[in-house]
């Protein structure tokens, strides 16, 4: 299982220094590896210091066609992850490469 956690850190991936939100106060986030016909298994924490701040967690290029409601934006295909609440995503990995 793996753990991620959702939180600010000034950054300036554009050139810009900023605000951004981050995984485990890093960006881009960690490495997540899953073998194709396995389950991914990820804990996501909603850190964010601001209470008006939920969110969603969106898995790019990865089938969710079992698990939707795993996958997508807050309010459409999942519930939003409200400050201090934590998640567990469990989803069947289908097909193999590299995702972000």
Not at 8 to 21: A, E, L, T
Not at 56 to 62: M, T
Not at 76 to 96: D, G, R
Request: aromatic share 14%; glycine share 8%.
């Amino acid at each position: 299982m793996y753990d991620l956690r959702l939180n600010y850190i000034w950054g300036s991936p554009d050139g810009v220094w900023k605000r951004m939100i981050a995984y485990n106060g890093q960006f881009p986030g960690p490495t997540l590896y899953c073998t194709a016909g396995k389950k991914m298994i990820v804990r996501v924490t909603n850190d964010i210091e601001d209470d008006a701040e939920p969110t969603s967690v969106h898995w790019h290029g990865i089938q969710q066609t079992l698990t939707p409601f795993y996958d997508g934006p807050q309010a459409l295909a999942q519930c939003p992850l409200l400050h201090n609440k934590t998640m567990i995503s469990k989803f069947p990995v289908f097909q193999s490469g590299t995702y972000w």
